[in-house]
């Protein structure tokens, strides 16, 4: 009878976790396909590199993820295979300071920007098209 033995680099042993599967944990996505796509897209980057899906991460280690406009930079504190509740999930991990500082701000800045101003592309609708017309025929007249 043969007995297999662990190795030292096994993606399987408890103090690592595929990326993937952490952010789906985490709740940062609420699938993990959303998360593979997040990965691949760049938008989450281990301790300051590009990484693949599959990437075994370990505690300690420093995330980087970009949900725009906003941008998370977590500590990971611990694994979790399954998806648990929020308040569970929310004990994975601890954001930074900085993080936390900078999305206040930016939140804030969004808040106070005017309600009525937004740029947006494309053609003017029919509500805008007779306003423009209305604003021209005033000039000319």
Known sequence: MVKHVKKQSDPTDDNSQRLDKWLWASRFYKTRGLATEAINGGKVHL?????????????????????????HTVTVLGLNKYRR????????????EQSIAKRELLHQQLKDQPLGFRHEKGRPNKRDRRHIIKFIRKEQG
Not at 85 to 96: D, T
């Open 85 to 96: 509740p929020a308040i569970e999930a929310r004990q994975l991990y601890v954001e930074s």
């Open 47 to 71: 301790n300051n590199n590009r990484v693949k899906p599959s990437r075994t991460i370990r505690i300690d280690d420093i995330l980087t993820i970009s949900m725009p406009p906003y941008e």
